[in-house]
């Protein structure tokens, strides 16, 4: 298996619903990433999680939780977001975090596409 | 400040020209440097990295830490190349321990038949 699944697809919320994203991957990777992408923008780093443990936060607001269960899933709970949430949200993962060999070296999902009402 | 900068958003060619889509960074420590494509309706994926100086589908990059530049080409474009491209920049925290990448704004190529 050499692909990131992220589900759903596709969420629509208010903004006064929780909800989550989860991402699962089975390459043993074990440095797992999110990103926010608005059309036409680049992704924007989130959160980086290196050997399950939470190692970068871009200061993202508290109502974006992420959870990382194992090392193959990855979790994004949402709690009170705002309308201009509303994005793609994709997960990554490689095989280290770091530098050199292996590191940087992301997979993608698909995203899943969030939309806040 | 870790920046990469790729000036151009859309490159328009024509099959068969050739094509440079330029990516400048700015980073104090030894640069990593990845270009990444988002063909449409498919996921971004890495397309080459400086590290191993391969040639993948025929576009090749070569850093210039004097120029500060990873500029990607390819001599004779393909309809099947037109998506869009990222550069991206790994940089590192203050330990060294983790790393993140950074994405310029991305340039659209458009080959036209």
């Known amino acids: 298996d050499t692909e990131v699944t992220q589900t759903p697809k596709h969420l629509v919320m208010g903004m006064t619903n929780k909800k989550s994203l989860k991402c699962e991957q089975h390459?043993?990777?074990?440095?797992m990433y999110w990103y926010k992408q608005k059309a036409k923008k680049p992704p924007e780093l989130m959160f980086v999680y290196s050997y399950e443990k939470l190692s970068i936060n871009e200061s993202v607001p508290s109502r974006f939780s992420p959870e990382c269960p194992n090392s193959s899933l990855l979790n994004l709970h949402l709690h009170a977001l705002q309308p201009e949430d509303s994005a793609l949200y994709l997960c990554a993962s490689s095989r280290r975090p770091g530098q050199g060999e292996g590191a940087n070296v992301l997979t993608f999902g698909a995203g899943s596409r969030l939309t806040v009402l | 400040a870790q920046r990469v900068t790729q000036p151009e958003k859309l490159l328009s060619v024509f099959k068969g020209a050739p094509v440079e889509l330029k990516c400048n960074y700015s980073y104090s420590g030894s640069p990593e440097l990845f270009w990444y494509v988002q063909y449409s309706r498919q996921r971004l994926q890495l397309l080459l990295r400086h590290i191993s100086r391969e040639s993948i589908k025929g576009f090749t990059a070569d850093l210039n830490k004097g120029e500060t530049s990873f500029h990607l080409k390819k001599p004779f474009a393909q309809e099947e190349d037109s998506a869009m491209y990222y550069c991206?920049?790994?940089?590192?925290?203050?330990?060294?321990?983790?790393?993140?990448?950074?994405f310029g704004q991305g340039t659209t190529l458009q080959v036209k038949p």
């Open positions: 991206a920049l790994s940089a590192f925290d203050g330990s060294g321990n983790t790393g993140k990448l950074i």
């Open positions: 390459m043993g990777h074990r440095a």
